[in-house]
């Protein structure tokens, strides 16, 4: 069963998702807080991986980031990761509120940029009593640079630092295209299999999602380190699921990171690119996922 829910974060944004309860059954369940990656909206599959755990008795907290989708949150189409992985333990917090959840059995799953943020959480926040990081973001500074061709660095370089000098003036951040057709960008993702990925789905799944970022988003990202927290993580369990011709969030940054955790943790390793995990691999993806919440939250 699924229905719509809405939420308040510490400094009393509304966020908005969909709270997915196994059917037939009225009683406390394991919970796990999900939410999208760099730009994504709940739409583009997350209820598929959700549906896969509610069919295994799990209930699911998913919701929009902030300035995403249908949450609330200014400036719009903004990317602030510390202040997501906020939002994360805020949707912990609501969870806790519900009559369905067990609150000493909470998991946290996150895909690509927020695969990035439930090791954040997972490290910080000991509510949560499993992680899934999936295709996850380790390093912003390393991905930005290996996003960026050198020969255009000096570009986006200087795109940055004018916008930061337009807003000490009080204006607002300019807006950089998500995804572009033309490689050379200006673009936050310029590879072409994203240009691919985010069309497609935006127009079969979810025709909200908007190809835009502040300027400002970029640089966050730049200062954003989430893989500095892997080994802080345990004895909190964790998977982590890493496509191995991975070229959004380099599939060697999460190999070498996944070393530096502590046990318990296990690796899956999917065949394929950074959106097979969501497409010809999801139902490995969701499955890996799945059994590793069953075996920490409902076999204890």
Request: hydrophobic share 40%; glycine share 8%.
């Amino acid at each position: 069963m699924r229905k719509d829910i809405e939420f308040k974060t510490e400094d009393r944004v509304t966020l908005r998702g969909w709270h997915y309860v196994p059917d037939g059954r009225a009683e406390r369940f394991p919970t796990i807080v999900m939410a999208h990656g760099f730009s994504g909206v709940k739409e583009m599959f997350l209820d598929d991986f959700a549906k896969c755990f509610a069919d295994a008795g799990l209930a699911a907290i998913v919701f929009d980031n902030r300035n995403f989708g249908a949450s609330d949150g200014q400036p719009r189409q903004e990317i602030n990761p510390h202040q997501q992985i906020s939002d994360y333990r805020d949707a912990i917090t609501f969870a806790e509120t519900l009559p369905q959840t067990d609150s000493a059995r909470i998991g946290v799953w996150g895909s690509s940029f927020s695969g990035g943020h439930v090791l954040v959480v997972g490290a910080t926040d000991r509510r949560v009593k499993c992680v899934v990081s999936q295709v996850p973001s380790i390093s912003g500074y390393a991905t930005s640079r290996r996003m960026t061709r050198p020969d255009l660095a000096a570009r986006m370089n200087a795109m940055l630092d004018a916008d930061r000098r337009n807003r000490y003036q009080g204006k607002p951040s300019a807006m950089l295209p998500v995804i572009s057709e033309n490689p050379a960008g200006p673009a936050a993702l310029p590879q072409h299999e994203t240009w691919v990925w985010f069309t497609e789905t935006s127009k079969s799944r979810a025709p909200a999602w908007k190809n835009e970022i502040t300027l400002r988003s970029a640089e966050l990202v730049r200062a954003y380190e989430p893989g500095t927290y892997i080994g802080q993580i345990s004895p909190t369990p964790l998977l982590m699921i890493v496509a191995l011709e991975d070229h959004v969030a380099f599939a060697d940054e999460a190999l070498a990171a996944y070393e530096r955790a502590l046990e318990p943790k296990k690796l899956v390793m999917l065949k394929g690119g950074h959106f097979d995990a969501y497409g010809k691999h999801l139902k490995s993806a969701a499955e890996a996922g799945r059994d590793w919440f069953v075996q920490h939250l409902c076999q204890s």
